[in-house]
């Protein structure tokens, strides 16, 4: 037996677009459901990506007390002996009270929540497959939004079996902290693990075939943060690439193309992700995805059906939980032809490393190849009062500023609380407003972003040397 029901839309999904085209459309006075299946309410957001991994992240400087150590000695641990049941706490109670935040936010919002496995039967319907139920129910909608996002790829040849060798899914089950690990990939959750497992005390490798990392971030940003990583003891082998792994009784053995060999109590792969859409029934829909599983979409977010939108991760880069939740609630408007702007061009990068690393705007690289004259400052966490209280002397903050109008080009910040401190420079930029607000801005004392009025009289100083030059 099957039951149905009419939405004006139904979500396919509840990670951050899906919400939040589901909530968009609520506020809009729209009838709304969400299929979700049962374990993963809030998404990879919330239950394997996003939220875990900075949490664990969080407990790891915190049980480690490692950004104390500069003021304390090399020798300061808030906890000695450091167990996955110590990390796992933290994590399990941050992911059970933001799947009850979303949870409470769809049922504020009279959305309607159906759980199971949704799949298309035709345009607008979506049958919903629940394996505890034998009634399925049929969901139908005005207009759908898929937001099923992704899951982590893993390569052919490759036996993965969650306790040795395993996935950033795997990683969150880890039974013991690992002396060493593999990580293959450094890309941005590859580097951001490794970073976390070196904090640990774990010896890592990371093995990259390109041969360097990061290369949409800064030169000067990533040198800093290799520097950093190697001080933990991460061993980094790029352009270099792994033929095999074999896993013994206690341990793994990696073997890489150009012969080497690592022994490793736990190999992760970060081998990019995958679309979620395999199991969508999409022909149904009259849609096709690509080979990575990922769906196109227009301007407004319009799957080549004109009804069917898709947002998130589902429809790749920049693949961030920050940008989905804003193409979610973009979606929704566009469907019911709500007034909307464009998604800002001005998005910012946020690497949560140990140290952070984030950015908004070009980097050195992209103006110096695009001809782009520029002036840059530099404020050194070292040289603020706020760096010293703090105990971080290696964090930076770098401004790029055009030498045509002085307005900011670029920020690139390196430290405690990087991807907090972005958004000032963000802002900025947003406005249109030039070194000069920085210069002119009065800061609270002692902070952080007091690193902008340090940078921006670094250029100012800089410009006015050129200028007394040609006068
Ligand atoms: C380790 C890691 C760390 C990350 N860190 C950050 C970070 O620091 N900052 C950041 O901005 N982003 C981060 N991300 C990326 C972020 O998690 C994703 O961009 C975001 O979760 C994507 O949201 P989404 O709405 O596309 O869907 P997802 O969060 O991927 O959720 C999709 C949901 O759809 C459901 N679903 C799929 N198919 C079906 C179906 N057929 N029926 C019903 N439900 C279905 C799934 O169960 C899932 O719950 C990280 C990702 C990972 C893996």
Known sequence: MASQTEYDLVVIGSGPGGQKAAVAASKLGKSVAVIERGWMLGGVCVNTGTIPSKTLREAVIYLTGMNQRELYGTSYRVKDNITTEDLHMRTSHVITREIDVVRSQLIRNKIDLFTGHGRFVDPHTVVVENENDSEHTTVSGEHIVIATGTKPARPDGIEFDDEHVLDSDGILGLKKVPTSMVVVGAGVVGIEYASIFAALGTKVTVVEKRPSMLDFVDSEIVEALTFHLRDLAVTFRFGEEVTGVEIGDETTLTTLASGKRIAADTVMYSAGRQGLTDTLDL??????????????????????????????????????????????????????????????????????????????????????????????????????????????????LKLLVSTEDRTLLGVHIFGTNATELIHIGQAVMGCGGTVDYLVDAVLNYPTFSEAYKVAALDVTNKLRAVDEFRR
Do not use: W
């Open 283 to 396: 022909k149904a829909a009259g849609l096709e995805a690509d080979k990575r599983g990922r769906l196109d979409v227009g301007d407004d977010f319009r799957t080549s059906v004109d009804h069917i939108f898709a947002v998130g991760d589902v429809i790749g880069f920049p693949a961030l939980a920050a940008t989905s939740m804003d193409q979610g609630r973009l979606a929704a408007y566009h469907a019911f032809d709500e007034p909307a702007n464009d998604m800002t061009a001005l998005q910012p990068i946020g690497i949560y490393t140990i140290p952070e690393v984030s950015y908004v705007g070009a980097t050195e690289a992209e103006l110096t190849d695009q001809s782009v004259p520029y002036e840059f400052g530099v404020a050194r966490y070292r040289e603020l009062a706020r760096g010293q209280i703090a105990g971080d002397s290696h964090g930076m």
